[in-house]
């Protein structure tokens, strides 16, 4: 079983950034795709962002697209999320999750392992 655990959310103003840390444990970090989610107050949880095992393909939504940047690091368990031009509709519970399938995806069923979340709060 992996344990995820998010870090580096926080308050920031709009047009800010803020760097998000996923740190894992358990099965070898690299057999998946990993990606992250968000969740608005009232909202369903919804797609950020998705990068393959080798780090070589990475998948965004479209309202982040050009503003943030998954990575990971296979060395360190690591997967990190670069928010940059942040906006107060970014606001939300960002959450790190472990995929089921070796490739990437934007869909939430393909997704088990999930942390706590992290709570990013953007002012206008």
């Known amino acids: 079983q992996v344990q995820l655990v998010e870090s580096g959310g926080g308050l920031v103003q709009a047009g800010g950034s803020l760097k998000l840390t996923c740190a894992a444990s358990?099965?070898?970090?690299?057999?998946?795709?990993m990606g992250w989610f968000r969740q608005a107050p009232g909202k369903e949880r919804e797609f950020v962002a998705c990068?393959?095992?080798?780090?070589?393909?990475?998948d965004y939504a479209d309202s982040v697209k050009g503003r943030f940047t998954i990575s990971r690091d296979n060395a360190k368990n690591t997967v990190y999320l670069q928010m940059n031009s942040l906006k107060p509709e970014d606001t939300a519970i960002y959450y790190c999750?472990?995929?089921?399938?070796?490739?990437?995806?934007?869909?939430?069923?393909?997704?088990?392992?999930w942390g706590e979340g992290t709570q990013v709060t953007v002012s206008s």
């Open positions: 990068i393959s095992r080798g780090g070589g393909i990475t």
């Open positions: 999750a472990r995929a089921t399938i070796f490739g990437v995806s934007a869909e939430l069923s393909d997704f088990g392992s």
């Open positions: 358990g099965r070898p970090f690299t057999s998946w795709a």
